[in-house]
């Protein structure tokens, strides 16, 4: 596939661009030239009414993160906001957190602000179950303190706890990259983040990026 979809690297300017105007325009790998069928066919999806209110209030919510938008828009509203608001609006009453144990602090935090708001909150640790890494072939070597004993993350089993305890909204705090993946996998609530992991940027990775041309210059020359 030679014009994969690389909208990163566009550089029509905004307000000509195909994605911005029906008039627009887009390069070789521009997606909305070349994907009219699966753009249709996505779009269908928000005719499940589910689907549709769920993205109706998402876009209302979107919209209401700022101020003066008559005169362009003012962003007002943080992420803790963002998500309880959007929690009023679909009507859920139980969210779950789903934690690394390395952020333990965090997340009672977490809770005990989203129980202030008048949330039920569930939470659950990613070491839930206290299964050793060896039921996934983990050696001694591999461990994080190796040759240790040591317990495997499971967001899986974070995911179907919480499922089981009637969350209404999964919320990500700090899962690992991977360990993350697998939770939006499983988790039949929807799932929204809260925090990325990122053990060296305090949980900032976009950290790195606005440095990248200063003390973040590694990222231009990855040490892989
Ligand atoms: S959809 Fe097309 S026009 Fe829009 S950013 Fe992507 S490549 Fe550019």
Redesign the pocket.
Known sequence: MTNY????????D?D?????TAA????A?????NAPETIETATEQYERPEVKEFARQASIQEAECYSDRETGGHPVKPRFVEICEFARKMNYERLGVAYCAGLTREAYTLASALQDRGFDVASVVCKVGATPKEKIGITGDEKVRQHQPENMCSPIAQAQVLDEADCDLNIVLGLCVGHDSLFFQYSEAPVTVFAAKDRVMGHNPLAAVYTMDGYSRWMKQPKE
């Open positions: 979809p690389r909208c990163a690297e566009c550089r029509v905004r000509k661009r195909a994605c911005g627009g325009s887009g390069p790998f521009c997606p909305t030239r």
